[in-house]
């Protein structure tokens, strides 16, 4: 472990990436015989006060992942160092393999309060050790592409691109929130490793200090417009509107020289949209698009598009890659049952729903979702679609299942399309959507 570089955290170590008290709590299930069946069940409590919905994502990542935690004697070693555990207990640990159920809401799926994003059925030790890696893995992504689908609300179908490699935290977040961006519905991103690992689109243009880089600006737009045909250039780097005018003046000496776009990063955004499109069109060039940037949110993009502004696509950085307003959801991944009996936290305000659970929606003869019911798992006679899968089987992934999660990006845009509008504003409010209790689960929760 020691000569493993101090950053970046490789699938191999993954065994590892978890809190102290997982472990502590594995051997001592361990000492103590406990060996059956256990079931805890994701979910968060509330939504962000900025957050109508959140959009599910990374639960299959996840429980894929869940099936190939091995600890490899250099991570033994470790442990045994700290002088925390048995030696007998590191031999146990030595065969671990996942050998449980999982079951996820497929990717992309808009979730609410109380409803299960996972539940996972296995022994309690081998259930016990996914919770830090689960919820960190399931945070992330769900954070982030509840954030980006929001800015593909504000967009009106019009492309955004992820521009927020430099500020994220962390690398992992980084490469990981693509996964999330392409989820969402964003249509590129300017992250290399990102976007080629979750397949992107990879987008950019290029930075101020090009433009600086060089003793004239339409020189420079010169040199990068013929190593780059069809490019987009960067024109506020000292005046934007003259910046626009050099591009005009290029094109006019060199009419074999594409530009496909011009890119406005500061200034009134709206005013200088309208000013450069009149210029650009003036010019014979409706074709060159408009593309804005610089400290972007749905807000802002929103606002300028009800100005009828006309840019044609968004760069979207810091906050979107950090999700500014809503960081953070209040994740929970809860014992619900052990030897088959139900188990139900008491704790004020966190009291959990007990039992294997099932999550049905229901929709309207228009396709238009109605509601949410959540079940007991095998519950008979409840109406509606059930969402959660059995992704993983006795250790082993369902191909069929995980499927699912390539059709995610197309399960985004399904799924808005069939939400009632009040779910899909932007400004903060309760959602207008009804979660209910099955009369089994209520049930059963009174009793527990």
């Known amino acids: ?56 994502c990374g639960q299959q990542h996840a429980a894929e992942l869940a099936t190939r935690l091995r600890f490899s004697d250099a991570h033994l070693a470790s442990l045994a160092e700290t002088g925390t555990f048995d030696d007998a207990f590191l031999d146990w640990l030595k065969d671990f393999r996942f050998s449980g159920d999982i079951w996820t809401l497929p990717e992309g799926t808009p979730v609410f309060e109380n409803e299960p994003f996972m539940e996972v059925d296995a022994p309690i030790a081998e259930a016990q050790l996914l919770e830090s890696l689960v919820m960190n893995l399931v945070q992330l992504e769900t954070v982030i592409a509840s954030k980006a689908v929001r800015l593909v609300l504000a967009a009106h179908g019009r492309p955004v691109v992820d521009f927020g490699l430099r500020r994220m935290h962390g690398i992992d977040a980084a490469v990981r929130g693509v996964r999330a961006y392409r989820t969402a519905g964003l249509a590129g991103t300017s992250n290399v490793l990102g976007g080629l690992r ?122 979107m890659g950090v999700a500014a307003d809503a960081p953070v959801i209040d994740l929970s991944y809860k014992l619900v049952e052990y030897a088959d009996t139900p188990r139900v936290k008491h704790s004020t305000g966190k009291i959990n729903l007990p039992g294997r659970k099932q999550l049905y929606r229901c929709f309207d003869a228009a396709g238009q979702m109605t509601g949410d019911v959540i079940a007991r798992r095998e519950e008979p006679g409840i109406e509606g679609e059930p969402l959660l899968r059995p992704l993983v089987r006795g250790g082993a992934v369902n191909a069929d299942a995980m499927a699912l999660a390539d059709d995610a990006r197309e399960r985004v845009q399904t799924s808005l399309d069939a939400m009632p509008v009040t779910l899909r504003r932007l400004d903060p409010g309760r959602p207008d959507y009804p979660v209910a209790l099955s009369s089994e689960l209520d049930r059963l929760r009174s009793q527990t």
């Open 1 to 56: 472990m020691s000569q493993r570089p101090p950053y970046g955290v490789d699938d191999s170590d993954l065994a590892l990436l978890t809190d102290l008290y997982q472990l502590t709590m594995l051997q001592a299930y361990w000492k103590e015989g406990m060996e059956e069946r256990a079931t805890f069940s994701l979910y968060f409590r509330k939504l962000p006060p900025t957050r109508r919905f959140m959009l599910a």
């Open 198 to 319: 979750h397949d992107l689109p990879l987008r950019g243009t290029m930075a101020h200090s090009y433009i600086l880089a060089h003793d004239d600006e339409r020189e420079a737009f010169r040199a990068f417009a013929r190593h780059y045909p069809n490019t987009t250039l960067l024109v506020d780097t000292h005046d934007t509107l003259a910046g626009v005018d050099k591009v005009i003046a290029l094109m006019a000496e060199e009419p074999a020289l594409r530009v496909a776009a011009i890119r406005l990063d500061s200034g009134d955004l709206g005013e200088l949209a309208h000013r450069s499109r009149e210029r650009l069109d003036a010019a014979g060039h409706a074709d060159v698009k408009i593309i804005a940037s610089s400290g972007l949110d749905e807000h802002k993009i929103a606002a300028l598009l009800d100005d009828d502004a006309p840019i044609d696509a968004f760069g979207v950085g810091t906050e």
